[in-house]
């Protein structure tokens, strides 16, 4: 008995529980200083950059990275691609976490955290674009609660409810695409407003246009990345259809990536053209736009149509992961690095150790919550008493 | 070489040339792109 005892705790405290556990009481700490000293405590912001990494990584990356969730349900509800049905799951767990993650770090940015629902309850801005994109966070969330639901009621055992909830899906997907179509675009669109901000490079009248395309391979991408961590880690939780459908996914998702990755290449060359920005590409900027455009959208793409002829699952993995850390310094680029480019350097920003910190805590978070949910909930494997097929 | 543009007309003559250049290209270019991705797919 007791050296059950001892067995259970080694393996609770293994090296990655260990550093999750320093990471949450680190962000418990910084959460604490922040909501007591304030904002001028823990960040570097200021006048000029009042956006700091808390928008750029946490908001902007967090809801372009959790488009895989509209991106599979639309894929397997809208255009009947039965054969993802297994990847919808996980990637509306994926996007609920995300969406939630970006909701919880906006308490963190915003002044006066308890009025977050004012502009939807007490006075509504409509001709505001945050307030499109702020209403559109609300309603998707909800959605992706709702579209979740499932999964924890087969877990709980309550069949009837779920039986009502499931009947919802289509009606679910078509408004998750509606949605996701509205504010993917509109978080582009902010930036339209700054244009002696912006860099010329990453400014453009395109911009909504640009967010939204680049969310759906930001999307796919991520469900083949979180479905490699899953095989990786949580193999043990997949159920036979779920090990067999993967690489069908896999390589489904790397093809349409490469191909609207190829689109996204040609209107972003276009929109250099018509506002004939070329000049710039000879400068540092160039360079930086270039690694950006060329290391991180042609080359994955490129690498997930090779991956897709040649049936190659490791090329297909490099380009999902190297799809993702584009998405991040393309959104990164246009609200932070870009942004305020004229400054003179003391007065540009750069995020402080805590804000950081404060982001590393809200993705463990999420690494957690995704852990402890797929661990228990039918997410990986389908339910046996709820089998489809 | 740097173009000269006096007016707003003719820089927008001068970028759209370039432009419907480049969407030409692009308009071969994706769909040649769409059957090198399914070339395989035949066999």
């Known amino acids: ?389 | 070489m740097e173009t000269i543009m006096y007016t707003l007309h003719d820089f927008m003559t001068h970028t759209k040339n370039i432009t419907y250049l480049i969407m030409g290209g692009i308009l071969i270019f994706l769909p040649l792109f769409w059957l090198f991705l399914n070339e395989r797919e035949k066999d």
């Not at chain 1, 976490?97 to 915003?110: I, K, N, T």
């Open chain 1, 1 to 389: 008995m007791a050296v059950e005892k001892t067995q259970s705790n080694t393996q609770k405290f293994t090296a990655t529980n260990v550093i999750i556990g320093i990471i949450l009481v680190v962000g418990a700490i910084l959460t604490i200083l922040r909501f007591t000293k304030g904002l001028g405590a823990v960040t570097n912001l200021d006048n000029n950059n009042p956006w700091g990494i808390w928008i750029g990584f946490d908001l902007l990356c967090g809801v372009a990275l959790a488009a895989g969730g509209y991106v599979t349900s639309a894929a397997c509800y809208v255009f009947g691609l039965k054969r993802y049905h297994s990847a919808v799951r996980p990637a509306i767990l994926t996007a609920f976490l995300g969406y939630a993650l970006v909701v919880f770090a906006l308490h963190y940015d915003v002044g006066r955290p308890w009025r977050l629902p004012y502009p939807i309850f007490v006075s509504q801005g409509t001709s505001s674009l945050l307030f499109e994109v702020g209403l559109c966070v609300f309603l998707y969330l909800t959605v992706l609660f709702i579209e979740f639901t499932p999964a924890a009621f087969e877990w709980l055992g309550l069949k009837k409810i779920r039986q009502i909830v499931v009947k919802l899906t289509l009606v679910l997907t078509i408004f998750g695409v509606v949605l996701s179509t509205l504010h993917q675009s509109s978080l582009g669109a902010l930036f339209m407003i700054a244009p002696s901000k912006l860099h010329p490079l990453w400014y453009s009248g395109y911009l909504p246009v640009y967010f939204f395309i680049s969310s759906m391979f930001a999307g796919m991408s991520m469900v083949i990345f979180e479905s490699t961590l899953a095989h990786r880690y949580l193999s043990h939780k997949m159920d036979h259809a779920h090990h067999e459908e993967s690489h069908g996914v896999a390589f489904g998702f790397a093809k349409a990536a490469s191909f609207i990755m190829m689109g996204y290449l040609a209107i972003k060359i276009v929109g250099l053209s018509i506002d004939n920005n070329w000049n710039y590409l000879a400068t540092g900027w160039g360079l930086w736009f270039l690694i950006e455009l060329v290391g991180f959208v042609a080359f994955p793409a490129i690498l997930f149509a090779m991956g897709f002829r040649e049936k190659n699952l490791m090329f297909v993995r490099i380009a999902a992961v190297l799809t993702v850390l584009g998405i991040v310094l393309n959104r990164l680029n246009i609200s932070i690095i870009a942004f305020n480019y004229h400054l003179p350097s003391a007065d540009r920003y750069f995020p402080s150790l805590m804000e950081i910190g404060t982001s590393v805590f809200i993705v463990t978070i999420g690494i957690v919550v995704y852990r402890f949910v797929a661990t228990r909930m039918p997410v990986l494997y389908e339910h046996p008493d709820y089998k489809t097929h």
